[in-house]
């Protein structure tokens, strides 16, 4: 059973590795990494990775930067544009409840409320007047800005976001007359605006936060072809800071697959566990062959007799046990 068991096992998981991995060799894709150390991501060519520095400016003011870079396969639509920031820790306990989930559907909330969720830099702006909404959530969104000339990028597409996420975000009733507010548009005007609000695909894109050391979002969809060799002149307006994070940034241009994109580590998980149960395989059939033994039969019946039999006469030879009497 645990032979036949290793080898079924084994052989699933190497038909699915072998499948993830021939998936993963169809998608084409490039990045441009413009901040933080010059490292490849893994899974990546050395032809699909571009460097080129766009550094936030002294005091947070927005830097503007264009490049040319050169697409290195041909790419069919639709082809998904992602921002990655990393490290970035969203999964940690006082970020991701750092958060009126009441105020991102649109609800009213009591100030005691406010302030028990969200910490007290992220209630009031500098002027006093109520950031909506609060906590660390909402008040750190990614706001750097990307451009391909010649190519739009469709950054409110509802490829973007699960419906279900979509639909329960919502403005206030009072949005945006609501007067001594600091409102999301006000605050991110590159992600939104008066008129969508909370509906922006970006904003509610970050409300729900990632489960890994990183962010990896998707920042828009391009619905037509790149050429092999094709000379794209991209434009980046960096406003999000990440030199205090020790972090890096990254635009990712990719084509999609039955996955949904390339899972390297993925194919590669499976094929060495493949490996691993094919090798437990091997050691039960050696075990087998060099001590066999029958069905209900002992493995090594010379030795094992001798201790049953040894161990047998000595509990026989035991005295009984005296029973207590009543007197102790």
Partial sequence: RILSGALCTGTILMILGIFVLVETNQVSMFEIQY????RRSFGTYPEEMNYHACHVGSN???????????????MEPPIVV?????????NYYSYMTSVSFDQ??????????VEATCVESTRRTSTGDEIFPCGLVATSIFNDSVEVVGVPINEDDPRMNWVSDY????????FPGRAETSWLYERYPTITDEHRGMKSRRVVDWMFPSFFGHVRNTYGFIDEPLQEGQQLTVRIHA???VKDLDAEKRVIFTTQ????GRHTVLAYLLVI?????YLMAVAVLLVQKTCPRRAGTLRFPALSGTMSSGSLGQVAAAPPAPMPSAAN
């Avoid at 991102?104 to 409320?113: A, I, K």
């Avoid at 697959?257 to 949904?260: E, S």
């Avoid at 566990?273 to 149960?277: D, F, I, K, L, R």
């Fill in 60 to 74: 947070g003011a927005t830097s503007s930067c264009t490049f040319n870079v050169t697409v290195p396969a041909d």
């Fill in 273 to 277: 566990s493949s490996c691993a149960c």
């Fill in 82 to 90: 992602l921002y990655e920031v990393t490290p970035f820790y969203q």
């Fill in 104 to 113: 991102l559907t649109g609800e009213d909330v009591s100030q005691s409320m």
């Fill in 167 to 174: 639909d329960r975000l919502a403005n206030p009733a009072d």
């Fill in 257 to 260: 697959n039955a996955l949904g």
């Fill in 35 to 38: 901040d933080g150390e010059d």
């Fill in 239 to 241: 406003s999000f800071p």
